[in-house]
């Protein structure tokens, strides 16, 4: 399974950023992908998640309300439209992805890209 971020960058508070996440390999029809985040020196953190078979996504109390989680229906990519940026919301974001449903505990994913990097200034 790969799985491919972009879509990082700078920009100020405020702001907006869509990060993408291309994945394929995954040898089921049913997942759950969802968005991490760490911060230098911090812990990753789960941030959003989606599958294929539960009705809503699921976000951080942090993000809720700012960010928005979504699938494309013609390819295999997930986009984490990220309006309103903070600038705690810097940190390197991770796309990660496994059968079954959503988690935001990143044990729960065995499969992980190599991360975009998103910094907000103040």
């Known amino acids: 399974v790969q799985l491919v971020e972009s879509g990082g960058g700078l920009v100020e508070a405020g702001g907006s950023l869509r990060l993408s996440c291309a994945f394929s390999?995954?040898?089921?029809?049913?997942?759950?992908i969802a968005w991490f985040r760490q911060a230098p020196g911090k812990e990753r953190e789960g941030v959003s998640c989606i599958s294929t078979s539960e009705r809503r996504p699921f976000y951080d109390d942090s993000v809720e309300g700012r960010f928005t989680i979504s699938r494309d229906s013609e390819k295999p990519t997930v986009y984490l439209q990220m309006d309103n940026l903070k600038p705690e919301d810097t940190a390197t974001y991770y796309c990660a992805i496994d059968a079954g449903r959503c988690s935001l505990w990143a044990r729960t994913y065995g499969h992980w890209g190599q991360g975009t990097q998103v910094t907000v200034s103040s």
């Open positions: 390999g995954l040898s089921t029809d049913g997942y759950a």
